[in-house]
């Protein structure tokens, strides 16, 4: 294996973890909550490896900042329209969304991050890729095939884990549609229970509120906390059914496809996305309910 080869791939690995730690953090931001941000399991985003070698490779020598954003503003979003593009081809679904930004194309890649990937190419190029190259060439050339023998069947086993686990992820969702209106003819029934003891509870304190407040004193206190204790199990309720919907989550869907839901907030599907949707806001509600 050429040498040159093996130190790229190194580099892509290094980029692929910037890129992860990126993403991880800005959408934590954005959340409001740890998002372990990549599509592979372990701390890669791929894509960012890709372009950042690609740029690497394509500018060589070049030094011109201007010529460098340009090219790496419209090559990273052909990359990423193309990427988007072949994901949703393959998995039936789409990773990521920008059409909630202003300026975007089919929500596939926006001007914004446009403007970010050229900037972080100039970066790449004038300032973070010379000190990549000089610590790479330290390390011992026995060293460095060892770790790009490992980190290539790392990638390898975790890149066929992650699709085998995502490729059915449809169809799970199919079965989570099935089992989730069976719960919701649950929840149906419970929410009745409950607003009928609302109500009763309701009734009798405007029924004896006044007469109590004379005649027994301490009565208009204990209807108070009927009434309390009833709308109480009315969130306990509607807890139970949303963890009911949890555990349900739980036997549908694999590891992989969990992990996808939770790393991709705005990941939609081609059928079966309103679900996906009630999913994922019965599952936030859970966590800041701290469940």
Same mark, same amino acid.
């Given at each position: 294996m050429p040498l040159i080869v093996e130190y790229l791939f190194l580099w892509f690995i290094f980029y692929s973890f910037a890129g992860w730690v990126y993403e991880s953090i800005l959408v934590s931001c954005q959340e409001r909550r740890w998002v372990n941000r990549g599509f592979l399991n372990g701390p890669l985003c791929p894509i960012y490896g890709t372009g950042a070698v690609t740029g690497v490779v394509v500018f060589g020598d070049m030094r011109d900042?201007?010529?460098?954003?340009?090219? /790496?503003?419209?090559?990273? /979003?052909?990359?990423? #329209?193309? !990427? /988007?593009?072949?994901?949703?081809?393959?998995? %039936?679904?789409?990773?990521?969304? #920008? /059409? %909630?930004?202003?300026? +975007?194309?089919?929500?596939?890649?926006?001007?914004?991050?446009?403007?970010?990937?050229?900037?972080?190419?100039?970066?790449?190029?004038?300032?973070?890729?010379?000190?990549?190259?000089?610590? !790479?060439?330290?390390?011992?050339?026995?060293?460095? %095939?060892?770790?790009?023998?490992?980190?290539?069947?790392? !990638?390898?086993?975790?890149?066929?884990? !992650?699709?085998?686990?995502?490729? +059915?992820?449809?169809?799970?969702?199919?079965?989570? *549609?099935?089992?989730?209106? *069976?719960?919701?003819? #649950?929840?149906d029934a419970m929410r009745e229970k409950v607003g009928d003891a609302v109500s009763g509870a309701a009734s009798m304190a405007s029924g004896v509120m006044d007469g109590a407040s004379e005649r027994f004193g301490g009565m208009p206190g204990k209807v108070g906390e009927k009434v309390g204790e009833s709308w109480q199990n009315g969130k306990e309720m509607s807890a139970e059914f949303m963890l009911r919907v949890r555990d349900v989550a739980d036997s549908m869907f694999n590891r992989q496809q969990r992990r996808m839901i939770a790393s991709f907030p705005r990941l939609k599907t081609n059928r079966n996305n309103e679900t996906l949707q009630e999913l994922r806001e019965t599952m936030e509600k859970l966590h800041r309910g701290g469940r």
């Open positions: 900042p201007l010529v460098i954003f340009l090219i /790496s503003m419209i090559g990273a /979003s052909i990359l990423e #329209y193309v !990427t /988007s593009w072949a994901m949703e081809q393959l998995f %039936h679904a789409r990773w990521w969304d #920008y /059409s %909630h930004f202003r300026f +975007n194309i089919q929500g596939r890649v926006c001007l914004l991050g446009a403007v970010v990937f050229g900037i972080g190419g100039v970066v790449i190029v004038d300032v973070v890729q010379p000190q990549v190259e000089r610590v !790479t060439a330290l390390i011992p050339l026995q060293m460095v %095939h060892v770790l790009f023998a490992v980190l290539v069947v790392l !990638t390898a086993i975790d890149t066929v884990i !992650t699709v085998c686990g995502i490729v +059915n992820f449809e169809q799970s969702l199919e079965q989570f *549609k099935v089992a989730m209106a *069976k719960a919701a003819q #649950y929840g």
